[in-house]
């Protein structure tokens, strides 16, 4: 043979291999949506050469994994959530700055701790299956959120993303997202697992905590996103629990979420949080994020943000450090076959192979989505105060209302850093105001006292007492006084801790000399976490606290404030009357990049309860413009066996003249138990609407769960026999009815 057929023949025989190869590969079973999931898996699994498994495991980019071109594995895009889809080509402080180089819009939903407070998880399917809605249309796969983790420190800066300080309230509200968002074919991530619970130190701290404090508080909202939503991915978090990294942490990750829990979904490691290649190889993490070359440039960008912590780290799943990992024995082959059949599994599931191509440019922010967040907007506003009816205002009476304050022309959407959105539009308080008031009605804007640390010529003592003074007279000319003071996103924000539980400076001044000079002065706090206000509290006829709303926030205020609505919300926190009583007082924000959660499992109103403290506002509390009255309570089987059900039924009337909804809360007492346990804990609840003078009845069914507390001895849960006092009220601090039962073995 000559040269030239020589490599006529090879080639031809290359040729005929990749086309039989390729047309091998367009009937293989793996392409076949058709077969069963793991059939799919098993077979893709089996066609995949080493270097092609480790590419897998770690990114390509900030928000993306890595896609395989022979065998055509897409990537998986991500975007962060959860209160709406925020820009995925960068870090929060690249994407949420005026020169972010994709500007993404999407509808910008009320934060998770509002979402909590309406107690109403078919509002959470609501906001989840929305924000899924416009990740599908701006061709995301995988949103970033819900966060569950604990309120519990109020200095947390991003406990407006979480939904409170109740496991049972935040399991059932995560279940609803979950479900509303993956049920669109959109891979939620549940995170961070787990007790990430400060900001102060988050990528360096070691949370110390025993057995049963995680198992009873921190990580029960996990469980339930798992198992009973079927999370298809949870992120581990920054910090150490108990001397381990969360990332390499085999007990959380493997011996809870995957052997304990089932988990079948992959663990994606939140961003720049790796330490080493062997640790979270075999210690439970499947994902590495980011990934690919880029990631030396990013530590350093992040090492460089100020007040950002100095432990960033990543890049260890990259293909030659895992593969000189298993070379040296340190990582077993098993261990990446899992992780990869982990991440095939999820893609299989949601069906990311055939989504092709990515789609883009559908719709968002459509009517629906708008309608869902200032639904959940409204139901999620608290009235906390109202003396003397002063609300809801009657717009037939009113001449004139001064809208006052640093949040009154400015929507305070959410709170700042990675889960900021940019939405289309916002409505400011002043301008739903406006809007409901009409042209009878004369509404007047004086600013009181600019948000601290936004404009900085502003905080001076000559420019505050300028501002205080125009706004002291406007209240006093004026038939009412709306104050629009809280938080913004420089104030609670991912990144850092708040500096005080205090309203921001010139705040508290502002609502007394407001106060002073009109008798009607309603205050409407923004804020994701309590804030203290003893300063006031006496002066201020009524308040109201709108949480962050999302970009519908003014109209779910105006809502709220005309009648037009009647709220329903209530507590996810117990708000306390000064720092000394918080829960976590003592051990926050801990010593050495170490922090002992010695509370132990009373955190939020089950400290209040043990300590005998009085709160300011109650967890589960909330006013109505209307009444209810509780009765005829129920409890059946007297004496139940473990693994009986006990049903609870009381009546519940609207005995006022509104319509109105009211969260019907069920506590459970432990009379008498081996383990210390809290005085009381929420283990069902409903919200329910009634017209004026109609009444329903409520059924619960409380079970083995229900009962159970963790016992550190048994390694398990434990279903006590002995007597248990049922507590149905409005609030943890206003119990109506009471009824016991006894647990049998
Ligand atoms: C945050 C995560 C977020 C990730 C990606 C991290 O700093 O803790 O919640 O999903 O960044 O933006």
Redesign the pocket.
């Known amino acids: 043979m000559n040269l030239r057929r020589e490599l006529w023949a090879t080639s031809a025989i290359v040729l005929l291999a990749a086309l039989a190869g390729c047309s091998g590969l367009r009937s293989a079973p793996y392409k076949n949506a058709q077969l069963p999931v793991e059939r799919r898996v098993d077979d893709l699994l089996s066609r995949m050469t080493q270097d092609e498994k480790l590419d897998m495991v770690s990114g390509a980019g900030w928000m993306e994994s890595r896609a395989n071109a022979r065998l055509g594995i897409p990537d998986i895009r991500m975007a962060?959530g959860p209160m709406g889809i925020r820009a995925w080509t960068g870090?929060?402080a690249l994407t949420n700055s005026a020169n972010a180089p994709l500007k993404i819009s999407s509808t910008a939903f009320p934060a998770g701790i509002a979402l909590a407070a309406t107690w109403n998880p078919g509002l959470a399917a609501l906001e989840g299956q929305a924000i899924a809605q416009e990740a599908k249309a701006l061709g995301r796969d995988q949103m970033?959120g819900p966060?569950v983790n604990i309120n519990r420190t109020p200095f947390w800066g991003r406990n407006f993303e979480g939904y409170g300080e109740d496991p049972y309230l935040a399991a059932r509200m995560v279940v609803g997202y979950i479900r509303g968002m993956q049920g669109e074919g959109i891979i939620a991530t549940v995170?961070?697992f787990a007790a990430n619970n400060q900001e102060f130190k988050r990528r360096t701290v070691n949370v110390k905590a025993d057995e049963r404090t995680l198992q009873e508080i921190y990580v029960p909202a996990f469980k339930a996103a798992v198992q009973e939503a079927g999370a298809w991915s949870v992120?581990s978090a920054?910090n150490k629990v108990n001397g381990e990294w969360c990332p390499d942490n085999s007990h959380l990750l493997i011996d809870i979420l995957k052997h304990d829990w089932g988990f079948k979904g992959y663990v994606v490691s939140?961003?720049l949080s790796t330490h080493s290649t062997p640790a979270p190889a075999n210690g439970g993490l499947d994902l590495e994020m980011p990934g690919g070359p880029n990631i030396p440039t990013w530590i350093a960008t992040a090492k460089n943000r100020p007040g950002g912590d100095q432990a960033t780290d990543g890049g260890y799943f990259a293909r030659e450090k895992l593969a000189a990992a298993i070379a040296a024995g340190q990582v077993k082959q098993d261990a990446i076959d899992d992780k990869v059949r982990r991440l095939l599994r999820v893609m299989f599931a949601n069906g990311l192979f055939e989504r092709k191509p990515h789609q883009a440019n559908g719709p968002i922010d459509t009517p629906e989505q708008m309608a869902a967040a200032r639904q959940v907007a409204v139901q999620s506003i608290v009235l906390l105060k109202n003396n003397a009816n002063l609300l809801p205002l009657d717009a037939a009476k009113l001449k004139s209302i001064a809208v006052i304050g640093p949040n009154a022309a400015v929507a305070r959407t959410g709170g700042g850093?990675?889960s900021a959105v940019r939405p289309r539009y916002a409505v400011t308080p002043l301008d739903a105001i406006r809007e409901r008031a009409g042209a009878q009605i004369q509404v007047g804007l004086a600013v009181g006292v600019s948000m601290e640390g936004e404009e900085p010529a502003k905080d001076t003592p000559q420019a505050r007492a300028a501002l205080l003074a125009e706004a002291v007279d406007l209240a006093r000319k004026s038939d009412v006084a709306l104050l629009f003071v809280g938080d913004g996103p420089k104030i609670e924000s991912?990144g850092f801790d708040r500096k005080s539980l205090d309203l921001p400076a010139g705040q508290d001044e502002l609502i007394q000399a407001v106060a002073k000079v009109n008798r009607n002065t309603v205050v409407v706090l923004n804020a994701g976490s309590p804030v203290l206000m003893s300063k006031w509290l006496g002066q201020a006829p009524a308040i109201v606290n709108a949480w962050f709303p999302g970009q519908e926030g003014g109209h779910a205020i105006a809502d709220i404030l005309f009648g037009d609505a009647n709220p329903s919300g209530k507590l996810p926190v117990t708000f306390l009357k000064a720092e000394k009583d918080s829960p976590a007082y003592g051990h926050y924000p801990g010593e050495n990049s170490e922090v002992e959660y010695a509370e132990g499992i009373y955190v939020g109103y089950r400290h209040f309860d043990k300590h005998d403290i009085q709160p300011l506002f109650p967890f589960g509390f909330g006013l109505s413009y209307t009444k209810f009255a509780y009765s005829d309570l129920k409890v059946s089987p007297a004496k139940a066996g473990a693994d009986q059900p006990v049903e609870v039924s009381l009546k519940l009337a609207n005995s006022g003249q509104r319509a109105g909804a009211e969260v019907v809360q069920l506590y459970l007492h432990d009379v008498k138990s081996s383990l210390d346990r809290p005085v009381k804990e929420l283990k069902a609840f409903e919200r329910v609407e009634l017209k004026p003078g109609e009444a329903r009845t409520v059924t619960f069914k409380l079970d083995k769960s229900a009962f159970s507390y963790f016992d550190p001895a048994k390694k398990g849960w434990v279903a006590e026999p002995g007597a248990f006092e049922v507590q149905a009220g409005s609030s943890s601090r206003d119990i109506r009815l009471r009824g016991v039962f006894e647990l049998t073995k």
């Open positions: 962060d870090s929060s970033l966060t995170k961070h992120m920054y939140d961003w850093g990675s991912e």
